[in-house]
């Protein structure tokens, strides 16, 4: 690719660089595929929502220049639907912590999926709260050790891709930092689709989810997620069936766009007057 | 629309129709639902939004979100509902986001009585946030109290860029009554003033006014944050900027009192008692000081319509000629606090209740004679 494909300056709030991220954090990488997937798409920076809660991950809205709402925890879903419901041509991009997402947004976002509203959401999963030190989230799973879980999690975790393509989302997908270009195509994919697109990106969380687990630095979780994942349906799976699968999950477009389909609501209320 | 018999409820959904409402959000809980019920017959026919959310928390950011992109936004609940919105009314009053919310009173705590009436939430809704920013609160009295209050609601909000509430009541809410909108005077609809020119910055504004908007998804790219923030609408720490921004917050409101300031008197000469009241019980009030007045005991009144901010001047004015002062609530004592504030004790007389009933006139009357 060439040099020009890759600059994304245009697109961001150069003042608040370098960001406030730990090192070795996922989350920047998740800002550089998303920015380089509205771009190689050529999206108008003025037709961009980005609407995100509390938390590392959603700091991403401060870096971007687009139309941007920092929210509150977990609720970005709801004020996103908002926006969505009242400028339906917006393209609604919501980036969310794992705890945002689905320990304190959990309602909002099955209810979002189930209804099918045209917003990408894209779940930044580093298996932990980083912004408040280090507590466990809904996607930690058993065994782990997390601040408020010394004596190590007895709670099960969630597996955001069953769990979306359960509650309704017509497209989702999964990748993780260590595959960036690979991101970037499925958060385009995402963008493009009419409906709730959900695209989980497996970020590391070195400072608190890496040291608690004794799981190394940043370049070991990385590595992790090159050992550890595999595209959907690789042979791999075969022999180790617990290896994590990234692509495509649920792609439909039949299900009809909840503002497309309250356009037709309207439409009956107003017997065709319009 | 002539004579009908109408609930609050309804009227308050004409008020908000009437004011340009053009986005409704909630999640039903009784009183409130006709509210809801009547926004969903007179909305979608227009090409409004009226949705339900899957909780309170939900319909609120919908509101919030639809305020953000332009839209006139209402939503109403109960006492129960009012909780849950709690930390994004902050979030409205924080980042200046118009909307009217309506809280139709039952009486609590939490469940309480869905079918009760009561004044419960006088101060909930004043402090039901973080920060203590003051907000508007507006208490109707009767069906066409709430269709004109409704449009006053709308206006402030757009004015002042604040979350603004309507304080209604079971009683007042889904009860039927005769009433002729046509005879109410709306005042004119205002609409929240626009930025034109280059260089926005969403927080600019004058020392105690609301800055001047631009929607999410227009043009010009507009920043919202929940954060402590500076004009440019970045996050901030600088200790100055933030006194600022806390100073404008607080002054834009406290500062338009005499403008924010609703009311109805019914002055009697030789009077030497004055009965402050609110709500609907400012109607049984009534009833019973025309009632003693026919029996040669002339008593004023004083029915707030504006409860938030304190109509302090207007209080103080009012009560100067009377040497006794009475104030009736629908609860055991949130307003007369306030009231306090600014009569002196000696001069006040409370009578509250809260028991699922109204209070009668007889009880008003024993208390304005006895008490
Ligand atoms: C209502 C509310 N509760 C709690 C918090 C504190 N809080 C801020 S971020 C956060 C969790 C962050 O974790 P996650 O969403 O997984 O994102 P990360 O920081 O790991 O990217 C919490 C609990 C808050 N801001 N608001």
């Not at chain 1, 969505?84 to 909002?108: C, E, F, Q, R, W």
């Not at chain 2, 007045?293 to 103080?316: D, M, N, R």
Request: proline share 5%; net charge neutral; aromatic share 8%.
């Amino acid at each position: 690719m060439s040099k020009k494909n890759y600059d994304v300056t245009g697109y961001i709030r150069q003042r608040f660089f370098p960001q406030m991220w730990c090192p070795g954090c996922g989350h920047g990488t998740v800002l550089g595929s998303l920015l380089r997937a509205v771009k190689e798409l050529d999206l108008d920076k003025n037709e961009i929502v980005m609407t995100s809660g509390i938390g590392c991950s959603s700091r991403i809205s401060g870096y971007v220049d687009f139309h941007s709402l920092h929210t509150i925890h977990g609720r970005a879903l709801a004020f996103a639907t908002g926006v969505k419901l009242s400028k339906p041509s917006l393209t609604a991009i919501v980036p969310m912590g794992d705890g945002d997402a689905l320990a304190i947004g959990g309602n909002h976002f099955i209810h979002a999926a189930r209804r099918n509203i045209d917003i990408t959401a894209i779940v930044m999963n580093n298996r932990i709260y980083g912004m408040t030190g280090g507590q466990f989230s809904p996607l930690s799973g058993p065994g782990k050790r997390a601040t408020t879980a010394p004596y190590s999690t007895i709670d099960r975790n969630f597996d955001v891709v069953d769990l979306s393509v359960s509650a309704g989302a017509t497209f989702v997908a999964r990748s993780t930092v260590y595959h960036p270009q690979e991101s970037i195509d499925l958060i385009k994919r995402a963008i493009r689709h009419k409906g709730f697109s959900v695209v989980e990106i497996l970020s590391q969380c070195p400072t608190h989810f890496g040291r608690k687990n004794k799981v190394g630095g940043a370049v070991e979780m990385l590595e992790y997620y090159k050992q550890r994942t595999v595209k959907i349906g690789s042979k791999k799976l075969e022999k180790d069936p617990t290896l994590i699968q990234r692509g495509i999950f649920v792609d439909n477009s039949e299900v009809p766009e909840y503002c497309d389909a309250y356009d037709l609501v309207i439409e009956k209320a107003m017997k065709g007057k319009r | 629309m002539a004579l009908s018999f109408m609930e609050g409820n309804e009227a308050i959904a004409r008020g908000a129709i009437a004011a340009g409402c053009n986005f409704f959000a909630g999640y039903p809980i009784t009183p409130a639902t006709t509210v809801f019920a009547n926004m969903l017959k007179m909305l979608p026919p227009k090409g409004g939004v009226c949705i339900q959310g899957e909780d309170e928390i939900a319909s609120m950011g919908y509101c919030i979100g639809a305020s953000m992109a332009g839209k006139k936004a209402l939503t109403a609940t109960s006492g129960p509902g009012i909780s849950l919105y709690s930390e994004q009314i902050s979030f409205a009053i924080g980042s200046e986001i118009p909307m009217v919310i309506v809280d139709v009173q039952r009486l609590g705590p939490s469940t309480g009585s869905a079918t009760r009436g009561a004044d419960s939430d006088i101060q909930f809704l004043q402090w039901g946030s973080t920060s203590g920013v003051p907000v508007i609160v507006l208490a109707p009295s009767d069906a066409l109290d709430c269709y004109v209050l409704t449009v006053h609601a709308f206006n402030f909000s757009e004015k002042y860029r604040c979350p603004v509430f309507i304080a209604s009541n079971k009683e007042i809410g889904m009860t039927k009554e005769s009433v002729d909108l046509d005879t109410a005077v709306l005042p004119p609809i205002v609409n929240r003033t626009f930025y034109s020119g280059d260089g926005f910055l969403p927080f600019e504004a004058e020392p105690a006014a609301a800055p001047p908007f631009l929607p999410i998804g227009g043009n010009t790219l507009v920043r919202q944050t929940s954060s402590t923030h500076g004009p440019d609408g970045f996050i901030t720490i600088d200790p100055e900027v933030i006194a600022a921004n806390q100073q404008r917050l607080r002054d834009k409101i406290l500062m338009a009192e005499e403008s924010l300031t609703l009311y109805e008197e019914t002055v009697r000469e030789d009077a030497d008692t004055l009965v402050i009241s609110y709500g609907v019980t400012s109607r049984a009030v009534e009833d019973s000081c025309q009632q003693l007045a026919e029996s040669g005991t002339p008593v004023s009144t004083l029915s707030l319509k504006t409860l938030w901010p304190v109509p302090q001047k207007l209080i103080l004015e009012k009560t100067k000629a009377y040497k006794k002062i009475v104030v009736i609530e629908m609860n055991l004592g949130q307003y007369i606090e306030e009231i306090r504030k600014v009569v002196p004790s000696s001069n006040l007389v409370f009578y509250g209740q809260m028991n699922g009933l109204l209070i009668s006139p007889d009880k008003i009357m024993e208390v304005i004679t006895h008490g």
